[in-house]
């Protein structure tokens, strides 16, 4: 294993972790923040689902078909490098 290749791989990981940790966290104080039993509360979380609601596969489809490619692409490339 070279260098290079040590380093990416620890790069991922960390980078991975970290990512991971921090949309856990996010995730973790906006539902503690939506769990409060005032009036505004209960406007943000009704927002919120409606908003959740409202997004559509089909609205998005183009541009997730689009990084579907380029991963199964960027896999291409990675195989045929080794």
């Known amino acids: 294993m070279h ?43 009704g927002y919120v689902a409606l908003l959740a609601l409202r997004v559509r596969l089909h609205r998005f489809g183009a541009e997730l078909l689009q990084i579907l490619a380029l991963a199964v692409l960027l896999g291409v490339l990675l195989y045929a490098h080794r």
């Open 3 to 45: 260098l290079f290749d040590l380093y990416r791989r620890l790069l991922m990981i960390v980078l991975g972790v970290y990512g991971t940790i921090r949309l856990t966290q996010a995730a973790w104080r906006l539902s503690a923040r939506l769990r409060g039993p005032s009036r505004h509360v209960r406007v943000l979380r």
